[in-house]
């Protein structure tokens, strides 16, 4: 596992060590050293790098001053920068610039930039002109007790929002996050809350599919093209007013909606007045006829045409990448079901531990990852262009999808006897063995089939390379004998015969 998932409570412990870290390497104090890290995105190298190549300009950038810009006065009342009333010094507050302001002024101020969003993480002092930054103690000393909560909630999250190498949960509700180790392989990462994702887009895990594709295919999903592809396949423009109306039913008659009402003929477009028994009647039109013949139709036919098969097309993939999609999350209910309601009394039925009964939540676990994967097979199936690829790609996903549905069907239908009755522990032995080994190779076929998409189908172009050269040297035979050639198959990664 490339990644490591947080609660809370890890990222205020990882903040705290990260803040204390750059407090003792850099001897300042900790309201310092957290104005540093906000600055440098929790880097704590990046603090180190800087802070050492050139302590001032770090400190100037920051905001970091080490000594108040305007003296301190001897004595007597202090006027605030805001509301230019009048103070005793223990009634005016100030940052390390020392410029005066007073305490309702400085709770307000404060206020005001909390509620404006995190910007207030990096808040800097009241005078226009001053860069000094403003601590986490100023905030703890100053604000209300529901300014400090949305405060302390933006500090949190900037940890992670800041910070490259981690991402929060995408799932809705969920607060966790996610560390993850760049560099490795795969970017599938699985929360606490059972939500699995692709760490590098943030979108539900989709190998073997690539993000790119991901996009692309939600962005159709979503796009308007599909609906003008579906007005340009079953629709026709109102001759005079260009409003696409569809044919549903009946004679060739159509009447155009208020207020236009044109009425005119379905197949020719003319006006409806031109038409009688002689052109064809209701059902047919001899004008339509004689025009096509003659090509005049040809290019809007031809644009229907290429709308039509393109709608269907997606359409196609579309409903059975939405079908496992809606298969997924019955599944996901049914193993819900299986954990609060039906494991306990089938412990019973059989006088078996729940432990021994893990087998059965293996299944049901392995048809949710089987369902994911068969699911985005159908995104990789619309936007794979090689005809040659394409065949042997239907054959895999159909080899997937039939034993998917026998593992499906076992843990579904076969279960349900011993949910009800005891039977012989011999039979309930053979279910045991019947559904691990289903589940196993089920398991063994998909990944391999993630792999085998993930290569590009890299196999078909070894069996077409070993093809062509087979056949090179068979029509080159040496002498005036049979050409010799040695037949070696590039082979497959997955083996559907498993099943």
Same mark, same amino acid.
């Given at each position: 596992?490339?990644?490591?998932?947080?609660?809370?409570?890890?990222?205020?412990?990882?903040?705290?060590?990260?803040?204390?870290?750059?407090?003792?390497?850099?001897?300042?104090?900790?309201?310092?050293?957290?104005?540093?890290?906000?600055?440098?995105?929790?880097?704590?190298?990046?603090?180190?790098?800087?802070?050492?190549?050139?302590?001032?300009?770090?400190?100037?950038?920051?905001?970091?001053?080490?000594?108040?810009?305007?003296?301190?006065?001897?004595?007597?009342?202090?006027?605030?920068?805001?509301?230019?009333?009048?103070?005793?010094?223990?009634?005016?507050?100030?940052?390390?610039?020392?410029?005066?302001?007073?305490?309702?002024?400085?709770?307000?101020?404060?206020?005001?930039?909390?509620?404006?969003?995190?910007?207030?993480?990096?808040?800097?002092?009241?005078?226009?002109?001053?860069?000094?930054?403003?601590?986490?103690?100023?905030?703890?000393?100053?604000?209300?007790?529901?300014?400090?909560?949305?405060?302390?909630?933006?500090?949190?999250?900037?940890?992670?929002?800041?910070?490259?190498?981690?991402?929060?949960?995408?799932?809705?509700?969920?607060?966790?996050?996610?560390?993850?180790?760049?560099?490795?392989?795969?970017?599938?990462?699985?929360?606490?809350?059972?939500?699995?994702?692709?760490?590098?887009?943030?979108?539900?895990?989709?190998?073997?599919?690539?993000?790119?594709?991901?996009?692309?295919?939600?962005?159709?999903?979503?796009?308007?093209?599909?609906?003008?592809?579906?007005?340009?396949?079953?629709?026709?423009?109102?001759?005079?007013?260009?409003?696409?109306?569809?044919?549903?039913?009946?004679?060739?008659?159509?009447?155009?909606?208020?207020?236009?009402?044109?009425?005119?003929?379905?197949?020719?477009?003319?006006?409806?007045?031109?038409?009688?028994?002689?052109?064809? +009647?209701? #059902?047919?039109?001899?004008?339509?006829?004689?025009?096509?013949? !003659?090509? &005049?139709?040809? =290019? %809007? /036919?031809?644009?229907?045409?290429?709308?039509?098969?393109?709608?269907?097309?997606?359409?196609?993939?579309?409903?059975?990448?939405?079908?496992?999609?809606?298969?997924?999350?019955?599944?996901?209910?049914?193993?819900?079901?299986?954990?609060?309601?039906?494991?306990?009394?089938?412990?019973?039925?059989?006088?078996?531990?729940?432990?021994?009964?893990?087998?059965?939540?293996?299944?049901?676990?392995?048809?949710?990852?089987?369902?994911?994967?068969?699911?985005?097979?159908?995104?990789? +199936?619309? #936007?794979?262009?090689?005809?040659?690829?394409?065949?042997?790609? !239907?054959? &895999?996903?159909? =080899? %997937? /999808?039939?034993?998917?549905?026998?593992?499906?069907?076992?843990?579904?239908?076969?279960?349900?006897?011993?949910?009800?009755?005891?039977?012989?522990?011999?039979?309930?032995?053979?279910?045991?063995?019947?559904?691990?080994?289903?589940?196993?190779?089920?398991?063994?076929?998909?990944?391999?089939?993630?792999?085998?998409?993930?290569?590009?189908?890299?196999?078909?172009?070894?069996?077409?390379?070993?093809?062509?050269?087979?056949?090179?040297?068979?029509?080159?035979?040496?002498?005036? +004998?049979?050409?010799?050639?040695?037949?070696?198959?590039?082979?497959?990664?997955?083996?559907?015969?498993?099943?």
């Amino acid at each position: 596992i490339n990644y490591t998932v947080l609660k809370e409570e890890d990222i205020r412990r990882h903040q705290k060590d990260d803040i204390g870290r750059v407090s003792m390497v850099l001897s300042i104090s900790e309201v310092e050293a957290s104005i540093l890290l906000l600055h440098y995105h929790w880097s704590v190298s990046k603090v180190h790098d800087e802070w050492f190549a050139d302590e001032e300009r770090v400190r100037r950038t920051v905001g970091l001053l080490e000594g108040p810009v305007i003296p301190k006065p001897d004595g007597g009342e202090l006027t605030c920068g805001i509301c230019f009333e009048s103070f005793l010094p223990e009634e005016i507050v100030s940052v390390a610039c020392g410029h005066p302001f007073c305490t309702t002024c400085w709770t307000g101020y404060i206020s005001s930039t909390i509620n404006d969003g995190p910007g207030c993480l990096m808040l800097k002092c009241p005078d226009p002109s001053c860069p000094a930054a403003v601590g986490q103690d100023m905030f703890e000393k100053l604000a209300s007790k529901e300014d400090k909560e949305k405060y302390y909630r933006y500090f949190l999250r900037s940890y992670i929002e800041d910070n490259r190498k981690m991402k929060w949960c995408p799932a809705p509700g969920c607060e966790h996050a996610i560390d993850f180790a760049a560099g490795t392989g795969s970017y599938d990462v699985s929360c606490l809350c059972s939500y699995s994702f692709c760490w590098n887009c943030t979108e539900e895990a989709h190998r073997p599919v690539d993000c790119d594709t991901v996009a692309l295919w939600i962005r159709k999903n979503s796009a308007e093209s599909e609906n003008m592809n579906w007005i340009l396949a079953n629709s026709k423009p109102c001759p005079r007013c260009k409003r696409p109306i569809e044919k549903n039913h009946g004679c060739m008659h159509m009447t155009c909606t208020p207020p236009c009402k044109f009425e005119f003929c379905w197949l020719c477009l003319n006006a409806w007045t031109e038409h009688g028994e002689r052109t064809g +009647g209701f #059902y047919a039109c001899n004008r339509y006829e004689v025009a096509r013949k !003659e090509g &005049l139709y040809d =290019e %809007a /036919e031809k644009r229907r045409e290429m709308a039509k098969n393109s709608l269907e097309r997606y359409t196609h993939y579309y409903e059975r990448w939405a079908s496992n999609q809606t298969s997924r999350q019955k599944a996901m209910a049914d193993l819900r079901r299986l954990q609060s309601e039906k494991l306990e009394k089938l412990s019973d039925i059989q006088r078996t531990p729940e432990s021994q009964l893990k087998f059965i939540t293996d299944a049901w676990l392995q048809i949710i990852e089987c369902r994911r994967v068969l699911k985005w097979t159908y995104a990789y +199936g619309y #936007y794979l262009p090689d005809h040659e690829k394409r065949q042997f790609f !239907e054959y &895999l996903q159909g =080899e %997937a /999808e039939s034993g998917l549905e026998r593992l499906h069907k076992c843990v579904e239908k076969e279960l349900e006897p011993f949910e009800t009755t005891a039977g012989t522990p011999q039979e309930f032995n053979l279910f045991r063995a019947k559904l691990t080994g289903l589940t196993s190779i089920t398991k063994t076929y998909f990944e391999n089939l993630v792999k085998a998409l993930e290569n590009g189908l890299a196999d078909v172009d070894t069996q077409a390379a070993s093809s062509k050269s087979i056949n090179s040297k068979s029509s080159k035979p040496k002498g005036g +004998g049979k050409g010799k050639g040695s037949s070696k198959n590039g082979g497959s990664s997955i083996n559907p015969d498993e099943y």
